[in-house]
């Protein structure tokens, strides 16, 4: 089955630090990758995504780049901020047929940053 | 635009009691989702629906049922609440590579 794994927090920084958060997958065949927020009390947005390998997302300061290879999709920002605290998750899709797109999350990563 | 909603947004129940979660959506997307999510556990799959008219079960379906109304609203009902079904439940949208959050209900079952 598909799975995503990602480093387990909490993850506490100072602000301007450099961020990394890890997420590998297992994927039957061919997966899109994602990185999704949530603000506290809020639902889930969309942060950056990837297609294809070797593709890099990118938003808002945060990067990541698609890694068949190593199968990874790890997350990047050279300099968080205090309104960056927050959970990620790593998620991946796989066309399941028509339009059945059934995402599958990591279990989340709490950011924490302080000034 | 309104996006994805949900009512209500915290509820309380009796260990029993049953209740309709519902969600709406005005993005005019096809697919739309049911996900709970507990401390630790990420997001799991409870239903989804492909299109107006056929529902799926996803990862933890035991102990609810959904109905997809028409193409804007899909409804997740609790018959029995039990204990373990208290959580934060997110209802999605899927347009391609993207899915779209409502704001969550968070559950408490007692």
């Known amino acids: 089955g598909n799975s995503v794994t990602q480093m387990e927090g909490p993850v506490t920084l100072s602000e301007e630090a450099f961020l990394t958060i890890n997420c590998t997958y297992t994927?039957?065949?061919?997966?899109?990758l994602f990185w999704y927020v949530q603000y506290p009390g809020e639902g889930l947005q969309l942060l950056l995504k990837?297609?294809?390998?070797?593709d890099k997302g990118s938003n808002k300061g945060f990067e990541a780049t698609y890694r068949k290879e190593t199968t990874s999709f790890h997350l990047e920002k050279g300099s968080v901020q205090v309104s960056d605290s927050a959970v990620y998750f790593c998620?991946?899709?796989?066309?399941?047929?028509?339009?059945?797109?059934?995402?599958?999350f990591g279990k989340g990563t709490l950011l924490t940053v302080n000034p | 635009n309104a996006g994805v909603t949900q009512t209500p947004k915290f509820q309380v129940l009796k260990t029993g009691q049953s209740m309709t979660l519902q969600c709406a959506q005005d993005?005019?997307?096809?697919?739309m989702y049911w996900y709970r999510q507990d401390p630790g556990m990420g997001l799991r799959l409870i239903y989804y629906?492909?299109?107006?008219?056929?529902?799926d079960k996803g990862e933890v379906p035991n102990g609810y049922n959904v109905s997809r109304l028409n193409k804007r609203e899909f409804s997740l009902r609790l018959e029995s609440a039990a204990p373990s079904q208290t959580s934060v439940y997110f209802c999605?949208?899927?347009?391609?590579?993207?899915?779209?959050f409502g704001p969550g209900t968070r559950l408490t079952v007692t």
């Open positions: 993005m005019n997307h096809n697919s």
């Open positions: 990837a297609t294809k390998a070797d």
């Open positions: 999605a949208t899927h347009r391609v590579y993207e899915q779209y």
């Open positions: 629906s492909a299109s107006e008219g056929t529902t």
């Open positions: 994927a039957t065949g061919y997966p899109s």
């Open positions: 998620a991946l899709i796989i066309n399941s047929g028509g339009s059945n797109y059934k995402l599958t």
